[in-house]
């Protein structure tokens, strides 16, 4: 079955930047619309992201034009660069699939704060 390990995740200052990957165990990129999400502490799991197999990318509000997804189909791995990072933006990220059909991995965390 296909696993998802993220990482990239860290402490980071508001206003800066980090690159979340996402490796996944299998060859689902062309099957599947691939997301990001997030959970914030006492909060629940919310859609950031998301990338069609066409290549086609959506954003939630709370984050467009500063968030980018992207894809290595070769490397069987998704990635999140998150710009201008905001104390809002503290959660633990995770990948999966847009149907979330699939085990969640550990997520790696993200915190904003000076």
């Known amino acids: 079955q296909v696993q998802f390990v993220e990482s990239g995740g860290g402490l980071v200052q508001p206003g800066g930047s980090l690159r979340l990957s996402c490796a996944a165990s299998?060859?689902?990129?062309?099957?599947?619309?691939m997301a990001w999400y997030r959970q914030a502490r006492g909060k629940q799991r919310e859609l950031v992201a998301t990338l069609t197999v066409s290549g086609y990318a959506n954003y939630a509000d709370s984050v467009n034009g500063r968030f980018t997804i992207s894809r290595d189909n070769a490397k069987n791995t998704i990635y999140l660069q998150m710009n201008s990072l905001n104390p809002e933006d503290t959660a633990n990220y995770y990948c999966?699939?847009?149907?979330?059909?699939?085990?969640w991995g550990q997520g790696t965390q993200v915190t904003v704060s000076s």
């Open positions: 999966n699939t847009i149907l979330q059909n699939l085990p």
């Open positions: 299998g060859s689902i990129f062309g099957f599947y619309t």
